[in-house]
């Protein structure tokens, strides 16, 4: 267990080394400040009807300011296998007497831990700036609103973090990872509305990758479709995901 | 010869044992099996696409064996492959490193990844490379020397019994080639550690091994002992052609001498190659005389490494 914290700190200090690792919360730091000010300058808030809550909840709407958090958790979780291929590092990094399984977990939970962090960053960003310039007297959506917003965004950006995680494996190219991953998030409601017909598409991954249809009372992606079984077929297409990066990297000849 | 001996009264520390690599049907390596026994620096040599890199790739578990197994202190790579490994130290090709970060953040890196590595290894591996000066630089800003160096550093961080080392002088200038030498046997010489390097640069083994293993396409040719004592084997005698006017017949009259070992007969050229000591050929040259045989020379076989690789490798193919 004490050596795969030490992976995990070596994993994150590859990232955290560079020197662009805080351009991607600068810019999501930005981003939230920009649309604070939009609403302010807009008068968006006559009505009081935002609070600091309500907006940072409001920034994890998945097709708005999320999409744009899931981008950046791609963007971040492509490269990290990627990465040491390109520059040839992958060799140093297998013959230490640590498994490739291993070594491949510890580069999964740190784009988890990655990706979090974004989505922390963002969300304190939103509740200070956005209480500050509406105050925090909310009409319905208070702090646990807000969490529960991140939370449902953040297991939205697992699902396509893993399957860019599984690019990255598979490609060993972090420009290809991210093309195709970011792709993937484009295509997403495209590809439930046309198969919407289909009974299958109650199977499909995309139908249930957000979640927050769950959150007050909304209607479920397909008639008649729970909450667990959203999740069990999130579970059932990362296992599968996942099993396919892991088997792919302990069976690859490093050339 | 020489590899036999220490076979005899030591066990090795690295055995490749006969580990085969097949892609596509086609054997990139065959069956190859060699042995590395402790404190020697021992040379795998053959032409460009004899399957050195993918050997070694083997041996330190980048790539897959497809037949045989590599056993380490015992220890098999493919079975017990993290214990295995763990008294290798490597660098394949050029040692790559993250270049945004500091040599000794990279080090650290390394240094995480195996138990029991102290602050004090990191300085003695930096100061027996001599890098002291340049660890808080960023590895960008290094040179391909150092670059080296740092490779050289961090194989031997986890105090590794087997150094493996895959074409390590590729792209380096000759005052790179010689301190990466230099660097070689100071380290099997203070670490005691043995060394496994390939390379198809003869010139460089003769001057840096005490052993070669010659492949080509992925089979195993020959193996021989280098240095001084490779003209004289172990019982003191020399290698010496007799052209005499009847080969057959001299091979005859010799194969009755005890002191005499017969190596090759060749009719045609009417030579009788043999190793026999210095002090026994006014014996067998008296011999041949009473037996009537006509002596016309007598050579030392003295040929160059580069010679015999050649023969053994099919000349042209080095790069």
């Not at chain 1, 509305?193 to 959150?215: E, N, P, W």
């Not at chain 2, 009473?290 to 490798?313: N, P």
Request: proline letters at 2%.
């Amino acid at each position: 267990m004490r050596s795969f914290g030490k992976l995990l700190t070596n994993e994150w200090l590859k990232l955290y080394k560079k020197r662009s690792f805080f351009v991607p919360y600068a810019v999501l730091a930005a981003m939230v400040l920009f649309i604070v000010y939009l609403f302010k300058s807009m008068g968006a808030n006559e009505g009081g009807m935002l609070s600091g809550y309500e907006f940072s909840a409001w920034l994890f709407n998945k097709n708005g300011t999320g999409q744009m958090l899931t981008f950046m958790a791609i963007i971040g979780s492509a490269g990290i296998l990627a990465k040491e291929h390109s520059l040839g590092t992958i060799k140093l990094l297998l013959i230490r007497g640590q498994g490739r399984s291993k070594i491949l977990a510890s580069k999964y939970v740190t784009v988890l831990l990655y990706s979090l962090t974004l989505s922390l960053v963002t969300l304190f960003v939103g509740i200070a700036a956005g209480g500050a310039a509406f105050g925090f007297q909310g009409v319905e959506t208070g702090l646990v609103g807000a969490l529960a917003a991140a939370g449902i965004h953040y297991a939205y950006m697992i699902v396509y973090v893993t399957i860019t995680f599984l690019l990255g494996v598979l490609t060993r190219s972090a420009g290809a990872s991210i093309g195709i991953g970011m792709m993937i998030v484009l295509m997403e409601g495209l590809v439930v509305q046309l198969l919407s017909r289909y009974a299958f598409t109650k199977y499909l991954l995309f139908t249930h990758a957000d979640l927050s249809v769950y959150l007050n009372g909304g209607t479920p992606p397909v008639q008649g479709v729970t909450l667990p079984f959203s999740l069990g077929v999130i579970f059932v297409y990362l296992a599968l995901f996942l099993g396919a990066s892991f088997v792919t990297f302990k069976k690859r000849d490093v050339a | 010869m020489n590899e036999r001996r220490l076979a005899d009264n030591e066990t090795a520390v690295l055995s490749v044992d006969g580990v085969s690599k097949i892609i596509r049907n086609r054997r990139i390596v065959d069956r190859l099996s060699f042995e590395l026994y402790p404190g020697e620096i021992v040379g795998l040599l053959g032409p460009n696409g004899a399957g050195k890199t993918t050997t070694i790739r083997m041996i330190v578990g980048l790539i897959s064996m497809s037949e045989g197994d590599v056993r380490v202190k015992e220890k098999s790579i493919r079975r017990d492959f993290a214990k295995a490994i763990a008294h290798i130290g490597g660098i394949i090709e050029n040692p790559e490193f993250y270049p945004y970060m500091t040599g000794y953040d990279n080090l650290k890196q390394y240094q995480r990844m195996t138990e029991g590595i102290t602050e004090e290894r990191i300085q003695t591996v930096t100061r027996l490379v001599g890098l002291e000066g340049a660890m808080n630089k960023r590895v960008k800003a290094y040179s391909l020397g150092m670059r080296q160096r740092l490779g050289i550093a961090q194989a031997l961080l986890h105090e590794p019994s087997i150094l493996i080392l895959d074409e390590p002088t590729n792209g380096l200038d000759p005052a790179g080639i010689r301190e990466m030498r230099d660097y070689l046997k100071k380290i099997a010489a203070e670490e005691g550690i043995s060394i496994l390097v390939s390379s198809h640069l003869l010139s460089e083994m003769e001057l840096m091994c005490s052993r070669v293993v010659v492949i080509q396409e992925g089979r195993f040719v020959t193996e021989r002992a280098l240095g001084s004592a490779a003209d004289v084997d172990n019982a003191g005698r020399v290698q010496v052609i007799f052209r005499v006017n009847d080969a057959l017949k001299a091979q005859a009259r010799l194969a009755r001498m005890e002191e005499i070992t017969i190596l090759r007969v060749s009719e045609e050229q009417r030579q009788v190659a043999v190793a026999v000591r210095d002090a026994y050929i006014p014996r067998v040259v008296g011999a041949l005389g009473a037996e009537g045989i006509e002596l016309y020379r007598i050579e030392e076989i003295k040929e160059s490494l580069e010679d015999e690789f050649l023969k053994w490798t099919g000349g042209n193919r080095i790069a």
